[in-house]
């Protein structure tokens, strides 16, 4: 039986990208519009036929339920996102929702009731692609959302996310009435969206960590001059220290070593001419860890040493930090527990941090928290080319099944959570 | 009577100024425009005045003339451009062209005919700003352009640079009816462009060559891929190689020194966004040196460099040369004579490379050619700006007069040039 469920994984996945398909290939859900609502409505249809009783919240997260006997142990909840990007992949969070919802459908078939109640959910949004907002869906179950935002936040139509959300038939409730505060795990799938797995060979990544993350924008001021009239020595070329910014970046992370990570993605030289020395530049950072101090220490550290080489340069330099957020770590003994599953069935797993940031890491702060990745080839994701092998998918499955059954029927199913 | 020519410098040149002057400073005259052929005949009526036998030739170039007497010595030219770029300053090319005037009609009054003739020219056209083409004026008269680039180049509008100038009132001509073989030497005289007059506490600068220049643009191609996901040893960055390779743009150009420039104005990282490694970067390269092997040596001891850089990073690089240009040196007997007139008058002058190009650079094929510089406030050029004190306009003024008093009745006028 757990062949026929495995064998309905990929099925499901590639039924599910049938809403929402762009005509040139690739899935576009957005949060609210009908191919949403549709891909909700048709997992509700399959949760109603595995006999997980599907029911929204008041933002549109759709969950399924397979209750436990002993309504003393906290309930598991398990899953991830139905939205995509623009044009993204068949496998970003809708991997997680399906192999969750197909869990639970054959731990039901195969055991019946379990001592703890084991839940799926379908968050309603978490990639920010229509409001420049993210995690609307975990961030109300968590309570880090609010409704206030919604009158206020609008799409590039000019549809507030209230109207959105109110058009698809959810009401938003009253105060926090879609967060849960009941939850004993939350465990989600997903697929890794880089190439650490690929490169390891490995199939199974058991997530240590949520990486915290700064975004910050560099301003670097010099003089902008004629390019043939000014000798290199009387030169404040803000450029040319720019340069040597994003050099030492990337020399300091690559000392720091795993699991940092510092990127310069954008720069822009204002007014660039190839006959001016620039005069202006402007670049982002974006800094990642799994260790909050860490992350602070190397941040502090790489800007002071941006200053000096500014000053050196005779150049002024402006910094702004856009984003902070803390990393999240997953819960030890839960990844013990999936350890331990790869060596029993034979997959091979490795230990990771997740560089990227998903619905888990908003319930981090709430209750014991792990997260699965599974491959994906060559690191891509977003995109319509995003892949993971059947065999992967298979093996990401069963994991699940196994730990999801510890917690519902095995040896972890009475541990106080 | 100098005294009084001196002080008429600062007062045609504001009232040239009006000729094109722009609503909110500045000024813009443009080949074959109104404001242009007004400025042309404007000069031509002080010509006129100052005895000087006002002419054009086919093109628009605008001729004075004061007559020698022995046939046998070749004529020395002094000018320089009479068009601006757009929402240019007052100095750049009118100074050349005014005090080079002034010159001639104080000698003219002071001394009558010199043993050689002088003639003075305003250029049509140096800057490139209307069409895409630089030099129309200094490049019909020693043979560079012809004709038959005309009917074929055109401005924005669509007007092609002929109908241009047929408009203006100038037939272009048969043949090569602008070029002239019968110079003895031709004398610029122009604002620096740059501040290393300024810097050094300097009146007159004494060219000793226009560098030449090659421009290239470099694209380097890695790998765009998660910023958050991709191990820092992972990377194929674009960005962090092309800074790399910036840094060593600089670094080389510095132990090469003066008067070797190297600059990177414009960089461009295509779809960059601050979460993601950048997968392709495109920046350009603008190399001058007034010893041409010494510029070919470095451009290509420096694209191997880049080269090794981009296949220790596993990046491809592509860099193709869109101009090169060599350099020209200035006649060093004229440019001795002009470091004795500093002397003599106590004029404080120093040897400065041009790192920007001028109409002399066309003549340093054709004839013994000299520039003769003075400071530019700031170093601004092609700007509103724009500014040389009175003090310094007086000290060119007064040193080329002398110079031209030497080549048309003094010490230098029966030389053969």
Redesign the interface.
């Known amino acids: 039986m757990l062949a026929q469920f495995t064998k309905r994984v990929p099925e499901v996945l590639e039924w599910l990208a049938t809403f929402g398909a762009d005509p040139e290939g690739g899935v576009t859900r957005l949060l609210y519009t009908d191919a949403w609502l549709q891909a909700q409505q048709a997992l509700a249809a399959i949760m109603q036929e595995l006999g997980l009783e599907p029911k929204y919240d008041a933002v549109g997260n759709l969950y399924g339920k397979l209750q436990g006997i002993n309504p003393e142990l906290k309930p598991v909840l398990t899953g991830s996102h139905i939205d995509t990007v623009k044009n993204g992949g068949k496998y970003d969070g809708a991997y997680g929702v399906i192999a969750s919802m197909l869990a639970l459908g054959y731990l039901k078939a195969a055991f019946g009731a379990p001592k703890r109640t084991l839940e799926v959910v379908s968050f309603c949004e978490e990639e920010g692609s229509r409001f420049p907002l993210t995690f609307w869906g975990s961030g109300h179950v968590t309570g880090v959302h609010q409704m206030e935002a919604a009158a206020t936040i609008a799409d590039r139509e000019g549809i507030t996310l209230l109207d959105a959300m109110q058009r698809a038939g959810f009401t938003g409730g009253q105060g926090d009435s879609a967060s849960r505060n009941d939850l004993g795990a939350y465990i989600e799938i997903h697929i890794?969206?880089?190439?650490?797995l690929e490169?390891n060979g490995k199939q199974i990544g058991i997530v240590t960590a949520i990486?915290g993350?700064k975004?910050l924008t560099v301003r670097v001021l010099g003089k902008a001059?004629?390019?043939?009239?000014?000798?290199?020595?009387?030169r404040r070329?803000a450029?040319?220290g720019?340069?040597?910014m994003?050099?030492l970046t990337?020399k300091l992370?690559?000392e720091e070593?795993?699991?940092?990570?510092?990127?310069?993605?954008?720069?822009?030289?204002k007014q660039?001419?190839?006959?001016?020395?620039?005069g202006e530049v402007e670049f982002?950072l974006?800094i990642?860890h799994t260790d909050e101090s860490k992350l602070q220490t190397f941040c502090t550290n790489l800007l002071t040493k941006l200053e000096e080489i500014a000053m050196r340069r005779e150049l002024d330099i402006q910094s702004v930090e856009h984003l902070s957020v803390s990393p999240v770590v997953m819960h030890s003994g839960i990844s013990a527990e999936i350890e331990s599953i790869c060596q029993d069935q034979g997959f091979k797993g490795m230990k990771l941090p997740?560089?990227?940031?998903h619905d888990a890491q908003l319930f981090g702060a709430v209750c014991p928290t792990a997260l699965i990745f599974v491959p994906s080839r060559g690191?891509l994701?977003h995109n319509p080319e995003e892949l993971t092998s059947a065999e992967d998918l298979a093996a990401g499955f069963q994991t699940l099944v196994q730990l999801l059954y510890q917690y519902g029927y095995g040896g972890k199913a009475d541990e106080i959570l």
């Open positions: 890794e969206q880089g190439s650490v490169y990486v993350q975004r001059n004629h390019a043939g009239t000014t000798p290199m020595t009387m070329d450029l040319a720019a340069a040597e994003v050099a990337e992370a690559l070593g795993d699991p940092l990570v510092a990127t310069v993605g954008k720069l822009e030289v660039g001419t190839s006959n001016v020395v620039p982002t974006d990642r997740s560089g990227a940031g690191g994701s």
